[in-house]
């Protein structure tokens, strides 16, 4: 990738930094098996030899959803903002972790549930938001999102699962923020990971609705 120009059937590119991308699958039970399985079809004998496998680059674009739900990627960062601009955060810390650039000496490291400015250029739908993009990463009007007073008093019965080796939301995070809202009782497991209801519905949402309702 680092070495050709690689398009994608859809019309973008796919460069080393969104092959990268395919690490927003490992947080879920069975990410690392489909990115295994994925990478195994990569390449096939091709007229001059040993070429990217076209099913191999159209399942990229379907593993990525980017520009099939390009709201994800203008909001994602957006919406955890109050009083404050994103100005790409990703995109910052990121350039503070040189191990995560592209270097053929070294290991390629994969990159989590993250937006950049790049993925702008990189994916061809994406490509006709890049300014609107750019006007929500710069906006530092956002308000307040939560009133932390009304939830310390809360009354509603709740219950919440935290996924203690989740890969999207930090474990100590929710128990911060689960300290401020009144009567939640929460559920600390390691059974599941981020995908846990889609994985083990019932099991799990019968448990949270046991809890909010009072009987364990």
């Known amino acids: 990738l680092q070495e050709h120009a690689v398009r994608l059937p859809g019309g ?28 195994e079809k990569a390449f096939v004998g091709g ?20 520009e099939t739900d390009p709201i994800f990627a203008i909001l994602h960062e957006a919406i955890y903002c109050q009083h404050f601009a994103s ?3 990703a995109e910052r810390l990121r350039r503070e972790y040189p191990i995560f650039e592209p270097n053929p ?20 739908q994406l490509q006709p938001l890049k300014a609107a993009a750019e006007i929500l990463a710069s906006y530092d009007q ?7 007073t009304t939830l310390r008093a809360n009354t509603v019965p709740c219950a919440a699962a935290v996924y203690y080796n989740d890969m999207y939301v930090e474990r100590l995070l ?21 995908n846990g209801l889609r994985t083990g519905g ?4 019968s448990r949270l609705l046991r809890m909010a309702r009072g009987e364990i």
């Open 105 to 124: 000496d070294t290991t390629v490291y994969f990159t989590g549930e993250m937006i950049y400015p790049w993925m702008f250029d990189d994916y061809a």
């Open 47 to 66: 007229r001059n030899g040993r070429e990217l496998n076209w099913n191999f680059l159209r399942q990229i674009e379907q593993a990525q959803n980017f």
């Open 87 to 89: 100005n790409w955060s």
């Open 142 to 148: 956002w308000p307040q999102l939560y009133d932390v």
């Open 12 to 39: 973008g590119r796919l460069t080393v930094r969104r092959f990268q991308q395919l690490g927003l699958d490992f947080g879920a039970s069975d990410g690392f098996e489909t990115v295994h399985y994925l990478l």
């Open 202 to 205: 019932e099991p799990v949402l």
């Open 174 to 194: 929710s128990e911060e923020t689960a300290r401020n809202i009144h009567g939640i009782k929460l559920w600390v497991t390691n059974e599941y990971e981020h």
